[in-house]
């Protein structure tokens, strides 16, 4: 039951999102003639859906497209993320740091399309090596931890760490994999929204991001362990990893890397004070402010499913340099 | 020890087109990449085809802030004056660009940010708040700024009178304002002309002058100007 070679789950979740994305000016006309919009909040939920409308057929379908498309796909949005970074932080003026981070950036992409997970662990300590190295040779020892330090936390996050998400396109279970963690880190961030609304009493961090509950991160985990474990049973059956022990680690590790990522984000943006990241996109802020959830997903699950054997990289290793 | 200091870049919160057209934009790798190479272009254009010399380069500042104006009768003057900086000043240099020529639409206004690092003057509205803008981004930056006090280019090729909107950016402050005079860009590049002829064009820079002295009022600027108007003059007669 497969369509144009895609996983019957990758297109499920595709023909759902397609057909919420449909249905929602329906539900904004209806909400809005029972008159429970106030102007604001109409112009609002608009902007964020037009956003939507843009962004999620940029995020799906280069994951659909196949192996290349979505490692260049992820490079894109990593780019993006980084450069958000570094205007936000300051780091941009430092542009052999930067050039450093988007060189290393592109090495990984290389390994991830060659399928060599050697070259690609070796990037890591060697790239941060090069930052730490080539910095000292503009022979200016002010501000010196904190321009290489700057760059390495972003190449770690944006460069590593997006990578490992990355890299899952390399096993056949890839795409629906991917697309699978992309709609469930972004339905976490719902999730805790409207069950904090709902049950969330206690404060979970206020001084990092007041609005979040105990409650709600609890809830989020609850139903995004329930989503996330059910899409991997029907994705990664005949595996070892088709256990519920392994389904409920699974959903757990999603939804606490997912909303991690977001507190961390929360943090360096309350350091730097300020509200978002950028103004890329329209009612969302920057792009990071919208994909801060994925970044500690990736190493999490590419780690656990690769030691359990759930993936196994079955691209040919070494594409292009291997013999 | 020193506290960690961030410095969020001043174009932050600004969308990508509102971004192209602020006085608060900087220039990134990509933008210090494609700056650069077109520098390179610039210069190898300007010392082949139209033999451009150079002299009184020792009178530049050795770093910013600090203005550089000239006599303005084409369009190659602020490429010529950006080509004529030393390689270390080259990302602190800001041609000061018409905003109705320089970045009326978005792909003209890319342009002019990513190649010539151009931060634009809108003529019909320069009033004293965008002169206050321009003068913060001089100072704090710091800056270097290329700009032409005629307001506009010459028709005839003779210089025209210096308007004071200059005063404005520099009266009170201890911010050097460098004359230059160019000889043979109105010949080599008159209006109107598609292509550039490939006449020799020659750049005399003079004494910085600074105006810490002048009052930030009408007569102080019209003091400014005149004297860079004299300073200007002088250059283009010979008489240094």
Redesign the interface.
Known sequence: MTFLGIHPIALAITAGIAGALLITPAIFITLEKAGKLSPALRADLWTRYKSWLILAPLMILPLLAGRVPAVVGVAVLAALCY?EF?????L??E?LV??LV?VGGLLLSFAILDNWLGFFDALESLIVSLIVIFSLFSDQPKGYI?RVALGVLAFMLFGVSLGHFSYLANDRLGPPLQISILLCVELNDVFAYCTGKTFGRRKLSPNTSPNKTIGGALGAMVLTTALFATLVHFILRDTPIDQPIHLITLGVLLSLTGQWGDLVMSSIKR????K?M???IPGHGGLLDRFDSLIFVGPALFHYLFYFGGITLDTPARVFTGH | MDE??????GD?????TESLRSLHR?A??IA?ITQTAWRALVRTYLRGYHRLRVEGIEHLPAKPPFVMIANHASHLDALVLASAMPWRLRRSVFPIAAGDVFFETPAVALFSAMMLNALPMWRKRCGSHAMQELRERLIEGPSIYILFPEGTRSRDGSMGRFKPGLGMIVAGSPVPVVPCHLEGAFAASPPGARIPRPLPMRLRIGPALTFAEAGNDRTGWQEITTRLEAAVTALRDGSR
Do not use: N, V
């Open positions: 450069r570094a205007r936000a932080t300051g941009f003026r542009h930067s050039a988007s904190q350091d730097l004070g300020i978002d950028a103004a890329t | 960690w200091r961030y410095q969020p870049a932050l919160h600004l969308k990508p900087e990134g790798l210090g």
